[in-house]
Structures are given as C-alpha cells and as structure tokens.
C-alpha cells in the first residue's frame, strides 16, 4: 500500500513535469504543425540559467542561496522563465519564420539543427561547460508529511516532499493559467483561430506572427519553469548536451502525442499518463526498462490510434 | 469481345524484342560491380598500406559513413519517409554480426582473434556476419515500417526515434560477454539470458576483420544498389510516394508496399555498415551505437546532399566524416558548425547541395549551355 | 443503353459528420461511352470521383467493373482493375520529369521484379525500354513529347492538365474519370479539347466520365449528363432532356452568379 501511495506521489510529481514540457510542443505543433525538437533544450536552458542565477546572482545580492529566503526560489523561477521567453521568441523569428511557407520536414530539420545548436553552444566553457553542476536547494527538502504503514518491523513509510509538492502547485497553477488564457481570453481565441486555420485567421485580421511569437514564448517560460522545477527535484544537473535531457524531452513530447497533439489539456493527461507508467512500469517490472514502456506505449498509441486520447481526425480533402 | 488487351498490357507488347543482347547486358549488369572490386582492392592495397594507420582508419569510416548515408537516402530521399531510426539499424546489425564472429570463433577456433590470413575462413565467417547483420537490421526494417504506413511525416519520425532509443534501452540491459572458450563452454542457459553483448560498457573483443576491401566492396554494392533503384520503376515508385502518396496511389502505386521494401533496403544496408564498424579495430560497439544522435548525423548527411541525389550524399558523407579530423582542435566547434549548417541550409538552399540531381547532371547541362 | 454496363454504380454516399456529400448516386456506363457529371460548386462531383477511386470509402451501395465489384479496395487496386482519373487541383510529380510522370503510370502493368531491377536482368531492361517508348508515344497525345525531360513542375498549367490526362491514360484504364480538364483554357482551347476528348475515347476504347463547368462543352460531346446538387442527383439523361429539365434549369439559375464568378477566377488563375 505504501509503496503504491507512493509511487502514485512520484507520479504526480513529474507527470507535472512532463506536463508542463508537453505544453510547448503541443502548443507549437497546434499552430506550426512541426515538432520542436529544439523545446527540450529549452527546458535544459531553464535549468541551468536557473542555476547559475541562484549561484552567483543570489549571492551578488548577498543572499546565500544555501539558507535563501522563501521568495528567492520564486524570483528565480521567474527571471528564468523570462529569459527563456526571450530566447524563444529570437529563435523563432530567426530560424523558423522564415520557414513558414516551407515544407514541413524542412522546418522539422531546422528545429533539430536548433536543438543542436543550444546543446552545443550550452556546452561550451563561456556558457555552461561540459561538467555536471549542482544546483543549490532554495527549499529545504525536508518531508512535508510522513506516514507509517503496516506493522512494527515491517513497516513502511510514504513520504511526500515539499519539493513535490511545490512542483505540482506550480505546475498546477501554471497549467490554470494557461487554461484561462487558450480558453478564456480574446488572445486564447486568437490563438485558437490562428491554429485552427491560419490563413482564415489573418483575413480576419489577427496578426498571425505575432500569435506565433506569442506561443513560442509561452511555451518557452513553461519549458524553463518545467527546467527549474526538474532542477529542484534532481539538482545534480548534467550538462547540457547529456542524453537525459534528451530523453526528458523526448518522454514529454511522447506524452504530447499520447495525448493527442494540438491539444493542450490533452498534454496535460498525457504527462501524467506518462510518469504513471513509467513510475509504475520502474517500480512493479523492472527500473531498467523504465524508458522502454513510454517507447513501447507510443509506438502502440500511433499505432492505434494516432491522434492520441483527444486528437480528432482529419479526413484530407482531394 | 472481350479484347485481348486485358490480358497482354499493351505496354509490355514490345519489352521482348527490346531485351538487350546477352553479352552486352550482363556486362552493363556485372560491370560496375567488377569496378567496385577494382576500387575496394585499390584501397586496400593500393592506398592502405601508403598511407598509414591513422588516414587508413579514416578512409574506414569514410566507407561506412557512405553506407550509411546512402542506404538511408533510399529511404529519406527516395521514398520521402523521414527516419530518424537509422543508427537503430545499424547498431542491430554490428551486434548480430558481432556476435556471429566473436561466439562463432570462440566455438570454431577456442579464440576470439583474428583467424586465418586474407580470405581465410575467419574472414569469410566475418562477411557471413556481415549478410546476417544485414539481415536482422532488414527484419527490424520490416517491422519498422509496417507502421510507417500508418503515419507520415512528423509522426513516422518519432516512431522511428522510438525505434532507436528501445534499441538502445534492450542493449543496455544485455548481460557481461562471456571472456574465453572455456568460460563458454562452462556457461549454463542462465548465461544468455539476458544475451551476453556486454550491457552499457559495449561488445569489446569481436576481432577485427574489417578493412578497406571489404569496406569499399560494400560500399560500391550499397551505391550500385541505390543507383539501380533510383533510375528505375522502383524508384519512381518510391518518388511518386515522396511526392504525393494520393496521386502515387491512383497511378496504382502500392505505397505500403513500396514504404516497407524502402525500409527494410535501407535497413539491410545500415545493419552491414554497423557490422562493419563493430569489427574495426579500436571500435568497442555500444548502446549509444543505436541513439538517436547518431542518426542524426546520418540525417545530416543526407540533408546536406540532397534528397535522392547519390552522388551528393556520398559527397556530404564523405566530408562531414573527415570534417572532424581537421577540426580536432576546435573539437567542441565541430557540432556547432554542423549545427550552423542544417540551419543555414534550410533556410538557403532547402534541397541540399545537389537537390534531385546527380553530380554529373550539372556537368551534362554546362556542356549543353556551352555548345 | 442496349450493351451491358462496363461500371455499375448503385446508391453510394458518404457524409463528412453533419454533411452529406452524395448521396443515393446511381450511375451506369456502357462500354465507350462518355458521360457528363456536371452540377453546381460543392455540389459533390469530386466526391463521386473520390468514390469512385476508393479515396473515400462508400459508406452505402455497391460499385462493380465488368461485373467485379470494387467495394473496400484500397485506390491502387481500382486503378489496375481499370479506372484512372485526372484530379481537379493538378496532382502531378513536381519533381520528376514529364516523362517520368507517365513511366510511373505505365509501370503499372508491367512486371517490376525487384531482383531484376537491382541485377540489371535482360528482362527487366527489356521491359523499362517499353515503357519508356510507350510512354513517349501517348506523349504524342498532346505533343508533350518536345518537353520530356523537363520537371512536370516547370510546364505551364495547361500543359499540366494535359499532362494528367496522358498520365491516366497510361495506366491502360478501361474507364477514364476526368474532372474539370478545361478549368482556365479559353474557348478555342476548349473546343480542342472536346475533339480530343472524343478522339481518346475512340482510340483507347474506353468510356469517360468528364466533370465539367462548360455547358456548351459537355452539350456537345457527352452521350448522357447526370446533374449533382447538394449531393443529390437531380436530372439525368441526354443533353437535350437536361437543358430543358426545370430542376435543373433551377439549380443553376439559383446560382448564375456564382458561375460568373467562377468564370472569372479561373480566368483570373490563368493570367496569373
Ligand atoms: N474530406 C472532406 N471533408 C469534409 N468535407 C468535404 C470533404 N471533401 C468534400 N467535402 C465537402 O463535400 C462537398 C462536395 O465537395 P466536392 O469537392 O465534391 O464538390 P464539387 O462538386 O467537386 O465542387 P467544385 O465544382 O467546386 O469542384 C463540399 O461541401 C465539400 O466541402
Ligand atoms: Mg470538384
């Protein structure tokens, strides 16, 4: 029972994470129809500059990162995602607006020439170097609430963090937030219009690179939000070109497509999805193999059913 | 009346009095194979022994890099289906073949080094392997692209990116490679479950077999191979697909068909050239192998050539796998330039530097202009 | 209608969600012969076509060929039993050269022995030689054979068109469907066509199918008209029965102005 509460805990926790990445793709393919495959390495920029503010930013501020106040981990949350932000808008108007009238593969090499582009600039010594760094915990990690289970000698303990916990408020709230903007704003609408067919959307006036823009940055601060969050989780931060990034990313963008791509409360089921299967697939079979079940389960989902859980079909008009 | 037509296309009512003369075809058949050996024994005796071991060593990965390349723009360039599964393949077909010969020598001759001198019966057992890891990574290719049928572009990516990392996850999990004769001999059934291909650390001690005849042999069979594809009803096929796979379909094009033999082609040829490759010398095979990096820089390859041009991928394979050796000092600049390339590329000069053509295409048109 | 029907079509329809968009379609041409399809835009023409084809499945009725039925057959298999069409917005290989474009079509009654191909086999040369020459030869149809080796993309839109006729043509279809072939030619161009129309019937034996805006053009050449609106057949007959129908006279009067400015864009696609 403890080990299945707890399980279930891990999952929620980075079936956030995976969330709040599947968001960025999702977002971008619903209004690009590619996959930004360099989005992965946006997460990892939100780590790592989230890293470096905390180690010397704080400091020049004269606050040890090490006994941080409560608010520091939220400023630095939030200055990563705006630099991120940024970073997301200058690539898409460099390398991806041009490409808006290009086939889509050609638009799908670029983003992967992207991705390859920021890991390896990531790894140079000027920006993050090639060796794993540890980011400083600006919450202190200590279990917010532990039970006992069974009996006396067999006993066992679930244990729920804070740093799980904050991940999924923020998370959660992020993900509210986002609701209420797709859904509830004229800009969401904009946006809704923009992807459900572009060039109608701009005879109605909406100025369409802007909406684009627009989504690239959004996804971009949940990319660095999701980059920050990960790092308080597992602050022994590889460097930038290591495959665990890639696979985080790969596993979020699983998840997006699990969930029907272009739909973002569908990415945001798909996370979740994803780490419970992964969480449980690593706990109950086998740790080993516990990328191979979001593989294998992507492979069946395509297979039947290739718009995901909430995807719809288009039939192609000849 | 029912006319006879149905019966005979009217097509094919002259293709016998058109069937070249005997000698003249199987000289254009088996010639560019004959040049093939021609040049794969110039490498290796001509050039290899001149040149010493480092440049050797190049040319080595230079030819498997061609392989590569090649045999993936049959799938990418030709048929349009974009794979990023490649390295996948290829990493199946070193470990299928690399088993082959290690285990294999350890049965037959108690020793896992290089048996026999030039075409001896270690070196035939090594070409054995060679076909067989062709054939695995062809299995693999034809389970691969029964889905790729079911999805295009984007979609087929992934799935192939899918494919290539559970390649990776399932030869991590691999078990220690069982180190002597005796130790094989003593090995119980629990021994090979999971499969003794040395898990995370890689398949070390496969002898070495590999060298620039056979190499080069290969290479020329993977270009004649593609050539032959590319200019004929196979390859129209296949670009018809890359096209647009309704029209394809409705001038009777069975584009499953078609997509599962690109694959399972294309696979054939990337399982030989990781069976090469695992019997390098100073090679240790490992998971990483089949990552999705590695068949990135496959794509890239492909991409900078030209989709469906030969010629350019063999060109683009044959720099960008030099390329590193000049750039060791900058070696932390190398992937950024490859980087920079992709980018400037599609955004420049989207269809490669050759596009659809052929190299001697452009040689062609000059002298057309010219007189 | 004395002979037996080379095609049957009975009761197929398909719905896209709320819209049917045909419905209830009967349709049956004799062997040679060459029938009109013609009705408003959106009338549901295409989507015969695309029935037809098995680029949508029929969701009801049956379609036979020389009495083999044709239902759930993926496209490529029903254009080797012998129907080949022309598509509305040009669908042709870019890429490849104009000769390539009908070899590919030609190809398809040939072997293709994939072993073959990749062993240079004396048969398989024989037989890539035929199909080069026959499809240089129903080049001629159109006098495209000058511009072979150029990239299908590169030919003017006319030329494209004809070029997807020759293509269908090469597939040695026993029924040929050709929507909209005369879509931005002028009214010389579209006399010609009718005469060419008339001459491929003949010389390839096959009955046709021809969607068409062109009143004048489809009057004069089809043998009977069966007229779409909203997905429903409303008239069907010869020519001079449909001119006087009342419902269809309706059907079209209701939407004269949209004609016009039909007319009008596609003139204004051809300046372009
Ligand atoms: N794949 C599809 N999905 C949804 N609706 C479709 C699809 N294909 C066709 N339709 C609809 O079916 C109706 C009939 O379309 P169709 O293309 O057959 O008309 P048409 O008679 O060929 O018109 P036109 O003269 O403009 O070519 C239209 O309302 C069209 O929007
Ligand atoms: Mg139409």
Redesign the pocket.
């Known amino acids: 029972m403890a080990e299945f509460l707890q399980t279930v805990e891990t999952s929620l926790a980075v079936g956030a994470l995976y969330a709040l990445i599947a968001l960025g793709y999702t977002m971008v393919y619903g209004i690009l129809k590619f996959i930004n495959f360099a989005h992965s390495d946006i997460v990892v920029l939100g780590a790592w500059i989230s890293l470096r503010i905390a180690t010397e930013v704080l400091p020049k501020l004269g606050i040890d990162p090490r006994a941080a106040p409560w608010w520091a981990g939220g400023a630095v949350l939030l200055a990563s995602m705006a630099a991120c932000s940024i970073i997301g808008f200058v690539i898409e108007r460099t390398c991806y607006k041009p490409l808006r009238r290009a086939p889509r593969l050609n638009v799908l090499i670029t983003a992967i020439g992207v991705s390859l582009l920021l890991q390896n600039l990531g790894q140079l010594d000027l920006f993050f170097g090639t060796q794993p760094a540890r980011m400083p915990s600006l919450l202190p990690n200590t279990p917010l609430v532990q039970w006992e289970f069974g009996t006396e000698g067999a006993s066992r303990r679930l244990v729920i963090g804070l740093v799980d916990v904050v991940i999924f408020l923020t998370a959660g709230t992020l993900m509210v937030l986002l609701e209420l903007l797709v859904y509830r704003s004229k800009l969401g609408a904009a946006m809704r219009a923009v992807s459900f067919n572009t060039e109608t959307a701009s005879l109605m006036g909406i100025n369409v690179d802007r909406i684009v823009s627009l989504t690239f940055m959004i996804g971009s601060a949940l990319a660095a939000a999701a980059g920050f969050l990960y790092a308080m989780k597992y602050p022994g931060l590889n460097q930038p070109a290591h495959t665990i990034w890639v696979l985080l990313g790969l596993k979020a963008f699983v998840a997006a497509v699990i969930g029907g791509i272009g739909n973002v409360r569908g990415a945001v089921i798909g996370g979740f999805v994803i780490a419970a299967v992964e969480q449980f697939g690593a706990f109950y079979i086998s740790s080993n193999y516990r990328d191979f079940y979001v593989f294998v389960l992507l492979i069946l989902m395509l297979l039947v059913r290739p718009t995901g859980l909430l995807g719809s079909t288009v039939?192609?008009?000849? | 009346m029912p006319s006879n037509a149905a019966h005979s296309p009217i097509v094919l009512r002259e293709a016998d009095a058109l069937r070249p003369p005997r000698g003249h075809a199987l000289l254009r058949g088996i010639g560019p194979l004959l040049i093939g050996v021609a040049i794969a024994a110039v490498m290796q005796w001509g050039v290899g022994p001149f040149v010493g071991t480092y440049v050797a060593r190049i040319l080595l990965d230079v030819g498997i890099a061609i392989i590569l390349a090649v045999s993936l723009n049959i799938v990418n360039g030709l048929a349009g289906q974009f794979s990023l599964g490649h390295a996948g393949f290829s990493a199946l077909g070193g470990y299928a073949a690399g088993s082959i010969t290690y285990y294999g020598s350890l049965i037959l001759w108690n020793s896992s080094v290089k048996h026999g001198g030039p075409f001896g019966a270690g070196e035939w057992l090594f070409v054995a392997a060679c076909l067989t890891g062709g054939l695995v990574a062809a299995g693999a290719g034809f389970i691969v692209g029964l889905p790729a049928l079911r999805l295009r572009g984007d979609y087929l990516a992934i799935a192939t990116l899918g494919f290539g990392e559970i390649v990776r996850v399932m030869l991590q999990q691999t078990g220690d490679v069982i180190y002597s004769a005796r130790a094989l001999e003593q090995a119980t059934v629990n021994d090979f479950f999971p499969p003794p291909l040395g898990g995370s650390l890689g398949f070390s001690g496969i002898p070495t077999y590999t060298s620039l005849f056979w190499v080069y042999l290969f290479c020329a069979v993977t270009i004649v191979v593609a050539q032959r594809l590319k200019f004929s009803a196979a390859g129209r096929a296949m670009v018809s697909i890359r096209e647009d796979e309704i029209a394809a379909q409705a001038m009777g094009v069975n584009i499953t068909k078609w997509k599962v033999r690109a694959f399972v082609i294309s696979a054939f040829f990337a399982g030989v050239a990781g069976a090469l490759f695992a019997h390098e010398s100073g090679v240790i095979i490992s998971p990483g192998d089949a990552g999705f990096q590695r068949s990135i820089e496959i794509v890239i390859m492909v991409v900078l050539g030209g989709k469906g041009s030969i010629t350019g991928v063999l060109l683009a394979a044959a720099i960008l796998s030099t390329l590193p050796e000049f750039l060791r000092d900058f070696a932390q600049y190398r992937m950024i330039i490859y980087a920079l390339l992709l980018i400037g590329m599609m955004l420049l000069r989207p269809q490669g530097l050759f596009g659809n053509h052929e190299i001697w295409d452009y040689f062609k048109r000059r002298r057309k202009s010219s007189s | 209608m004395s002979s037996a029907p080379l095609l049957a079509i009975n009761d197929i329809g398909i719905r896209?969600?709320g819209?049917a968009?045909?419905q209830d379609f009967f349709l049956h041409m004799p062997p040679r012969s060459l029938y009109g399809l013609i009705?408003?835009?959106?009338?549901?023409?295409?989507?015969?076509?695309?029935l037809i084809t098995g680029v949508?499945q029929t969701q009801t009725g049956a379609m036979l060929l020389e009495g083999q039925p044709l239902g759930g057959l993926p496209p490529h298999r029903i254009t080797s039993a012998g129907i080949a069409r022309t598509f509305?917005n040009i669908r042709l290989f870019g890429d490849l050269s104009v000769l390539d474009n009908v070899m590919l079509a030609c190809q398809l009654r040939a072997k293709n022995r994939i072993a073959g191909t990749l062993v240079r086999s004396r048969a398989s040369v024989g037989e890539e030689a035929a199909i080069r020459m026959r499809s240089l030869e129903l080049l001629d149809v159109f006098d495209l054979r000058a511009r072979a080796d150029e990239p299908a993309q590169s030919l003017p839109y006319g030329h494209q068109r004809q070029l997807e006729i020759v293509r269908a043509l090469a597939t040695e279809p026993k029924v040929l469907l050709l929507?909209?072939p005369a879509a931005g030619m002028n009214s010389g161009e579209k006399r010609q066509l009718a005469q060419t129309i008339r001459r491929i019937r003949d010389e390839f034996q096959l009955a046709i199918l021809l969607?068409e805006?062109d009143m004048e053009l489809v009057m004069e050449i089809c043998e009977r008209i069966t007229v779409?609106d909203h997905?429903v057949t409303i008239a069907s007959g010869p020519p001079e029965q449909i001119q006087c129908d009342p419902k269809v006279i309706e059907a079209y009067l209701g939407v004269a102005d949209d004609e016009g400015a039909?007319e009008q864009s596609s003139k204004g696609a051809e300046e372009k």
């Open positions: 039939k192609v008009k000849v | 896209f969600g819209l968009a045909v009705g408003p835009n959106g009338a549901g023409k295409t989507t015969v076509f695309n949508y509305q929507d909209e969607i805006h779409l997905g039909e």
